[in-house]
């Protein structure tokens, strides 16, 4: 339905060209081929008019005023960048690592729930554009492909991210099933104690299709839905697990010997504490602006984080990325990588894998400009001094 929607839009003749055949390939890469989007809100707009509104509200949504989802990505519009020049960038190294795994460029795919609302090859298609970019995907637990389909859709490293259900036993289960299917790491989300009120899926009673690997897991309301609403704040009532507090990276800790990052952490405080309980990394995150408004914009916050967790652990941050401008800004302010969660979604929507690939490459290619406007060769070169945030300018001031 959806291809047919975007066919619509793009003409018939503009189908995807595989990545094997050799001339159109690098114009497409240089979003110079006809009517291709151009940048991530091009994919925003093509991907509104595919999805049917119910599921772009869905996606696109953020929790009750979206204060935070404008901040995400106002806040990187109040930060400038400090180029320095006559520095030779005639050769660009985006590579980075984390966790000991190599990846093309710091930019990796973030945790995001049921793909199969925007293709009907849902995680498996964004599975393999990921691999196609060389970089890290983190699988969501709410994934609507099965976790089995999705680890053999492709060779690539993956993260499984986690959410503690009341059903304990459940996502123990799935912890073990991602270890022994060669997952890399756990990534627990710890801003989800209960849903955010998303109001948008509430005004048009959001149907949450049951995540592929729950459903033989356990039962749960088929009713779903009966009082209105939306559905999937009735489904995150009935699984997730309120009492979830820091005791419980020890049992995650004792239940899988992969690594654990904690995901959605905007204060030092917090910050200092995941160091303690021993996580591996920490994901600045505010849920994408999904979970509680008026939470600060991620990279605002980021620099916090960093400095204290002072170097112990990796940091990561998502929300609000949708240049490769911001990638460079998330770096200079401390970032190991960044995690890109709705321009994926929307690449799927309009074009599927081969559409969130482009996204992916897009935010690539400008990471690779700005670097090289910037007069940074290497991922190590992008420093604080290459950004001057508001902070600054007050204390400028002062
Ligand atoms: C449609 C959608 C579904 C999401 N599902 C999950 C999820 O299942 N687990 C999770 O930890 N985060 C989830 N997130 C949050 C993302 O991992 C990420 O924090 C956020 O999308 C980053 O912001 P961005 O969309 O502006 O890039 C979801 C976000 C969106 C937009
Ligand atoms: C139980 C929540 C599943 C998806 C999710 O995390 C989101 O929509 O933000």
């Given at each position: 339905?959806?291809?047919?929607?975007?066919?619509?839009?793009?003409?018939?003749?503009?189908?995807?060209?595989?990545?094997?055949?050799?001339?159109?390939?690098?114009?497409?890469?240089?979003?110079?081929?006809?009517?291709?989007?151009v940048n991530v809100r091009e994919y925003q707009e093509?991907?509104?008019?595919?999805?049917?509104?119910?599921?772009?509200?869905?996606?696109n949504?953020g929790?009750?005023d979206e204060h935070t989802l404008r901040e995400n990505i106002a806040a990187y519009g109040r930060i400038l960048l400090r180029p320095?020049?006559?520095?030779?960038?005639?050769?660009?190294?985006?590579?980075?690592?984390?966790?000991?795994?190599?990846?093309?460029?710091?930019i990796?795919?973030?945790?995001?729930?049921?793909?199969?609302?925007?293709?009907?090859?849902?995680?498996?298609?964004?599975?393999?554009?990921?691999?196609?970019?060389?970089?890290?995907?983190?699988?969501?637990?709410?994934?609507?492909?099965?976790?089995?389909?999705?680890?053999?859709?492709?060779?690539?490293?993956?993260?499984?991210?986690?959410?503690?259900?009341?059903?304990?036993?459940?996502?123990?289960?799935?912890?073990?099933?991602?270890?022994?299917?060669?997952?890399?790491?756990?990534?627990?989300?710890?801003?989800?104690?209960?849903?955010?009120?998303?109001?948008?899926?509430?005004?048009?009673?959001?149907?949450?299709?049951?995540?592929?690997?729950?459903?033989?897991?356990?039962?749960?309301?088929?009713?779903?839905?009966?009082?209105?609403?939306?559905?999937?704040?009735?489904?995150?009532?009935?699984?997730?697990?309120?009492?979830?507090?820091?005791?419980?990276?020890?049992?995650?800790?004792?239940?899988?010997?992969?690594?654990?990052?904690?995901?959605?952490?905007v204060?030092?405080?917090?910050?200092?504490?995941?160091?303690?309980?021993?996580?591996?990394?920490?994901?600045v995150s505010n849920?994408g602006a999904?979970?509680?408004d008026y939470a600060p914009a991620t990279i605002s916050a980021l620099e916090e984080?960093?400095?204290?967790?002072?170097?112990?652990?990796?940091?990561?941050v998502d929300g609000g990325v949708r240049r490769g401008t911001d990638v460079f800004k998330a770096l200079a302010l401390g970032a190991?990588?960044v995690m890109v969660g709705r321009p994926?979604?929307f690449?799927?929507?309009?074009?599927?894998?081969?559409?969130?690939?482009?996204?992916?490459?897009m935010l690539?290619?400008e990471l690779?400009l700005a670097m090289?406007l910037c007069?940074?060769?290497?991922?190590?070169?992008v420093?604080r001094?290459h950004v001057l945030t508001e902070g600054d300018r007050i204390r400028a001031?002062?």
């Amino acid at each position: 339905m959806y291809f047919t929607r975007f066919s619509a839009i793009l003409g018939s003749s503009q189908s995807f060209t595989p990545s094997s055949s050799p001339g159109p390939k690098s114009l497409e890469a240089r979003g110079m081929e006809d009517n291709l989007p151009v940048n991530v809100r091009e994919y925003q707009e093509l991907a509104e008019k595919a999805l049917p509104k119910m599921y772009y509200d869905y996606i696109n949504g953020g929790a009750e005023d979206e204060h935070t989802l404008r901040e995400n990505i106002a806040a990187y519009g109040r930060i400038l960048l400090r180029p320095r020049v006559l520095i030779d960038v005639s050769k660009i190294n985006m590579s980075t690592s984390l966790l000991g795994y190599d990846m093309s460029s710091p930019i990796m795919v973030a945790p995001t729930g049921a793909h199969k609302l925007a293709n009907p090859e849902g995680e498996v298609a964004t599975a393999r554009a990921a691999a196609a970019c060389n970089t890290i995907m983190v699988l969501s637990f709410a994934s609507s492909c099965k976790i089995e389909e999705v680890a053999s859709s492709c060779n690539a490293i993956r993260f499984y991210q986690l959410y503690v259900y009341k059903r304990r036993d459940v996502s123990a289960t799935l912890v073990r099933r991602a270890e022994s299917l060669g997952f890399k790491a756990i990534v627990l989300t710890v801003d989800t104690p209960v849903l955010g009120r998303r109001e948008a899926d509430i005004r048009n009673k959001m149907i949450f299709p049951q995540p592929g690997n729950v459903v033989d897991l356990m039962s749960l309301d088929n009713d779903l839905g009966a009082e209105g609403g939306s559905k999937l704040e009735q489904f995150a009532r009935e699984t997730l697990d309120p009492s979830l507090s820091w005791k419980d990276v020890e049992w995650l800790k004792s239940i899988t010997s992969l690594p654990i990052l904690l995901k959605g952490i905007v204060t030092a405080e917090d910050a200092r504490k995941a160091v303690e309980a021993g996580a591996a990394g920490v994901i600045v995150s505010n849920h994408g602006a999904r979970q509680l408004d008026y939470a600060p914009a991620t990279i605002s916050a980021l620099e916090e984080v960093v400095k204290a967790v002072a170097g112990a652990v990796p940091v990561l941050v998502d929300g609000g990325v949708r240049r490769g401008t911001d990638v460079f800004k998330a770096l200079a302010l401390g970032a190991k990588a960044v995690m890109v969660g709705r321009p994926v979604f929307f690449g799927l929507a309009a074009r599927g894998e081969a559409g969130a690939r482009h996204v992916i490459e897009m935010l690539k290619n400008e990471l690779e400009l700005a670097m090289a406007l910037c007069g940074c060769r290497s991922v190590a070169e992008v420093t604080r001094a290459h950004v001057l945030t508001e902070g600054d300018r007050i204390r400028a001031l002062l």
